[in-house]
């Protein structure tokens, strides 16, 4: 198993679980707000084990499914198996951000989750993706949010570490899965997004007063849409988005362009 498949395979156990869940609620949300009400063409870069891919195309979409890791893909296809009426609607495709053989082809929709903060800048996967949206489509990225950085180990007590990351700036923290991730402000991928023709919308920061539970979280069904609706309704303000472990940046491209 590679770095990256062992890396895969503990986010698709985070995924199962309530934390895990939360996040791809609040992105999936926001998405659906978004979308046109008729199947769209999408494109999930980084897909991994196919959560994302399988919820939008559970809503009705056609979704195309890119990961360069072929046991990420495997699981991804093992789930989609499970669930047969979608068939039609996903396909799977091995590649990476940086080399995606796709024939020109636009797309509604551009997801790229949990992706960025693997890469060491953001400038050259942002200018692939922008011009993978057709238009009036849109680009969704999500990414680790650099202004939060130290607030999750705060929370959970490690405050050596928080005030180590905190005083000295750091762009870049340990995570869940045990590999040190880089952080993206929401600010700088609006820019990017618009340097290549897009229209960026309003940010959201994810995951903002739950993130520093751990995966053993298990809230009944009435706290979690407790917790799924306080989240939601912070995501859109400051101060509160700005201390969300995740950013979710959208950005559209004009109809005509």
């Known amino acids: 198993m590679t770095g990256f498949d062992a890396v895969g395979a503990a986010y698709t156990a985070h995924s199962a679980g ?7 609620d609040l992105v999936e949300r926001r998405l659906l707000a978004e979308l046109p009400d008729r199947p769209c063409r999408i494109l ?5 084990s196919g959560e994302m891919t399988l919820r939008l195309a559970s809503a009705g979409h056609r979704v195309t499914g890119a990961d360069p890791s072929a046991r990420m893909l495997a699981a991804a296809a093992g789930r989609l198996a499970t669930r047969p009426r979608l068939s039609a609607r ?3 495709l091995r590649a990476d951000i940086e080399e ?8 509604d929709l551009v997801c790229c989750h ?3 903060m693997y890469l060491d800048e953001p400038g050259a996967a942002m200018a692939r993706l922008t011009g ?4 009036g489509g849109l680009l969704s990225v999500l990414a680790k949010n650099r202004h939060a950085i130290g607030v999750r180990e705060a929370l959970r007590g490690d405050r050596a570490t928080a005030r180590r990351l905190i005083e000295s700036g750091a762009d870049r923290s340990v995570g869940n899965l045990e590999v040190a991730t880089r952080g ?3 600010e700088e991928l609006d820019r990017l997004a618009a340097r290549y023709g897009l229209v960026p919308l309003p940010w959201q920061g994810v995951r903002i007063f739950h993130d520093h539970l751990d995966d053993s979280w298990s809230p009944t069904p009435a706290a979690y849409t407790e ?11 400051s101060p509160h988005r700005d201390l969300g472990h995740l950013v979710h940046t959208l950005a559209r491209r004009p109809p005509c362009a």
């Open 18 to 24: 309530a934390r895990g869940r939360l996040r791809h």
């Open 44 to 48: 999930d870069v980084g897909c991994g």
């Open 90 to 92: 996903v396909r799977w």
């Open 100 to 107: 995606l053989p796709l024939g020109g082809r636009r797309f």
């Open 114 to 116: 949990g992706v960025l």
């Open 132 to 135: 993978l949206v057709a238009p």
């Open 184 to 186: 993206d402000t929401a």
């Open 227 to 237: 917790a799924l609706e306080l989240e939601w309704a912070a995501s859109w303000r």
